[in-house]
């Protein structure tokens, strides 16, 4: 089984595509980060959950597009943004070759999710931000 077990608000966010060994900034955009754990209950091994994963979802919402996309050429989305840590301060999160997990929404206001990879560190550090 899944669940979300933090959100995560992504504020002057800013995507990015890769294409022919340039990066261009393409829109910018609204982002929440989920955070999702997988796991599965034994009942023969007590009333806990083993936690198989833990896997980072970013959900976008288009606000503004600054270049046309020609799908064809791209290679790769990569995306920037701030969130605010528990202390007050923001704080610049990058993630680069995220993977379109639904379809791909390129009218305005449309919306995108992309799964993202990262490290331990960083799941760490956004699970107790």
Do not use: W
């Amino acid at each position: 089984m899944k669940r979300v077990i933090k959100t995560i608000d992504i504020e002057k966010g800013v995507l990015y595509v890769r294409t022919n060994d340039c990066r261009y900034r393409f829109a910018k955009c609204s982002a929440e980060i989920e955070i999702i754990e997988e796991f599965t209950n034994i009942p023969g091994l007590g009333k806990g959950n083993i936690i198989k994963s833990r896997n980072l979802c970013m959900l976008i919402t288009f606000n503004h597009f600054e270049r046309n996309l020609d799908i064809e050429s791209v290679e790769a989305f990569d995306f920037a943004g701030e969130i605010l840590r528990k202390d007050g301060i923001y704080e610049k999160i990058q993630f680069v070759n995220c993977l379109v997990a639904t379809e791909l929404d390129l009218t305005q206001e449309g919306m995108c999710e992309f799964e993202v990879n990262c490290t331990k560190e960083l799941m760490r550090k956004l699970i107790n931000s």
